[in-house]
């Protein structure tokens, strides 16, 4: 068929155009909708702390958001304790004679109240299929969202690092006065905001602390690190020793007064934050999980089924 042939043939009706897809933002994430909730939510997670280490504590500044309550955790230890509140699973009571479902059901209803949510019934239903609170946040209700986070288990480059607009793992780990310039929020959004504040977790330190004074015990990447270090100075694997001793009881108390004394250093740092925060702004202040400070004869937190692994303070609400 020549050219003129195809001129002079009759003219098919034109088929519609399929919808252009929309233009990807970087990290291959769609562009966000308009915001379906009016207030900002920040979610705290002061690390390792333990219900009665807060309430020994008596801090003021943070307890003007609301009564708190003894929750429990999901998980002991923090990177599977972080997975479990960004599918949206809070910290939980224990309620009697109630089915798990029901309970799921209400606790995911109270995020309406907590977001604000114009006219859109917020539920576990709405996550799905990724069941991940940011992602919904973010793509379904308009939200920007961040993290910031102090333990280097959380950094950028786990898998806790999905639909989030700005992921920072900050250059101190017990710095959380550090975090509060960093928290924006401008522009047409409502702004979701993970804090993961570390003076609570070992070794339970303020920043102008002089580290060398600071109580000595591997944790994981120092244990990952001495391992690496011994294993290349020695030909056989098994050689390799952790040199240390047990904290005995009396430094075993030191240590929770010390992790005591960082709440009430906290609560001043609190007071900043609340100052900073707009108008509806919804705040939760929990922890990831708990401590042992002795107890069965367990130091830290992780591998051991026991309660004071799993008890958190707990309390939520606006401050203006």
Same mark, same amino acid.
Request: charge should be neutral; proline fraction near 8%; include cysteine.
């Given at each position: 068929?020549?050219?003129?042939?195809?001129?002079?043939?009759?003219?098919?009706?034109?088929?519609?155009?399929? /919808?252009?897809?929309?233009?990807?933002?970087?990290?291959?994430?769609?562009?966000?909708?308009?915001?379906?909730?009016?207030?900002?939510?920040?979610?705290?997670?002061?690390?390792?702390?333990?219900?009665?280490?807060?309430?020994?504590?008596?801090?003021?500044?943070?307890?003007?958001?609301?009564?708190?309550?003894?929750?429990?955790?999901?998980?002991?230890?923090?990177?599977?304790?972080?997975?479990?509140?960004?599918?949206?699973?809070?910290?939980?009571?224990?309620?009697? !004679?109630?089915?798990?479902?029901?309970?799921?059901?209400?606790?995911?209803?109270?995020?309406?109240?907590?977001?604000?949510?114009?006219?859109?019934?917020?539920?576990?239903?709405?996550?799905?299929?990724?069941?991940?609170? /940011?992602?919904?946040?973010?793509?379904?209700?308009?939200?920007?969202?961040?993290?910031?986070?102090?333990?280097?288990?959380?950094? /950028?480059?786990?898998?806790? !690092?999905?639909?989030?607009?700005?992921?920072?793992?900050?250059?101190?780990? !017990?710095?959380?006065?550090?975090?509060?310039?960093?928290?924006?929020?401008?522009?047409?959004? /409502?702004?979701? +905001?993970?804090?993961?504040?570390?003076?609570?977790? +070992?070794?339970?330190?303020?920043?102008?602390?002089?580290?060398?004074?600071?109580?000595?015990?591997?944790?994981?990447?120092?244990?990952?690190?001495?391992?690496?270090?011994?294993?290349?100075?020695?030909?056989?694997?098994?050689?390799?020793?952790?040199?240390?001793?047990?904290?005995?009881?009396?430094?075993?108390?030191?240590?929770?007064?010390?992790?005591?004394?960082?709440?009430?250093?906290?609560?001043?740092?609190?007071?900043?934050?609340?100052?900073?925060?707009?108008?509806?702004?919804?705040?939760?202040?929990?922890?990831?999980?708990?401590?042992?400070?002795?107890?069965?004869? +367990?130091?830290?937190?992780?591998?051991?089924?026991?309660?004071?692994?799993?008890?958190?303070? +707990?309390?939520?609400?606006?401050?203006?």
């Amino acid at each position: 068929m020549g050219l003129f042939d195809f001129l002079g043939k009759k003219k098919e009706p034109t088929k519609p155009l399929k /919808p252009l897809r929309p233009v990807m933002r970087p990290g291959g994430l769609a562009p966000h909708p308009d915001p379906k909730a009016k207030n900002n939510f920040i979610v705290i997670t002061l690390d390792s702390l333990r219900y009665d280490s807060f309430m020994e504590a008596a801090p003021k500044t943070i307890m003007k958001l609301g009564k708190v309550e003894k929750r429990y955790t999901y998980a002991s230890w923090t990177a599977p304790s972080h997975y479990n509140l960004l599918t949206g699973l809070l910290p939980h009571t224990t309620p009697d !004679n109630v089915y798990a479902s029901e309970y799921y059901k209400e606790d995911f209803y109270n995020y309406n109240k907590r977001l604000g949510s114009k006219g859109t019934d917020i539920d576990f239903g709405a996550m799905v299929p990724g069941l991940w609170l /940011p992602g919904l946040l973010q793509q379904k209700l308009g939200y920007d969202t961040h993290a910031r986070v102090s333990l280097p288990v959380l950094n /950028p480059k786990t898998g806790i !690092n999905r639909a989030f607009d700005s992921f920072q793992l900050m250059d101190s780990h !017990n710095d959380m006065a550090a975090i509060l310039p960093t928290m924006k929020f401008d522009g047409p959004r /409502p702004h979701f +905001y993970l804090l993961n504040v570390g003076e609570t977790h +070992y070794p339970y330190a303020k920043p102008d602390e002089d580290s060398s004074m600071w109580p000595r015990i591997s944790g994981v990447n120092g244990v990952f690190r001495k391992m690496n270090d011994q294993i290349a100075e020695s030909e056989e694997k098994s050689k390799f020793k952790e040199d240390f001793q047990f904290f005995n009881q009396d430094k075993l108390d030191e240590l929770k007064e010390r992790q005591i004394d960082t709440v009430r250093y906290l609560d001043g740092v609190f007071e900043q934050l609340y100052d900073t925060v707009p108008k509806n702004t919804h705040i939760i202040v929990t922890a990831d999980h708990g401590e042992l400070f002795g107890e069965a004869g +367990y130091f830290g937190h992780g591998p051991i089924m026991h309660e004071k692994c799993f008890e958190v303070p +707990y309390l939520e609400g606006m401050i203006r």
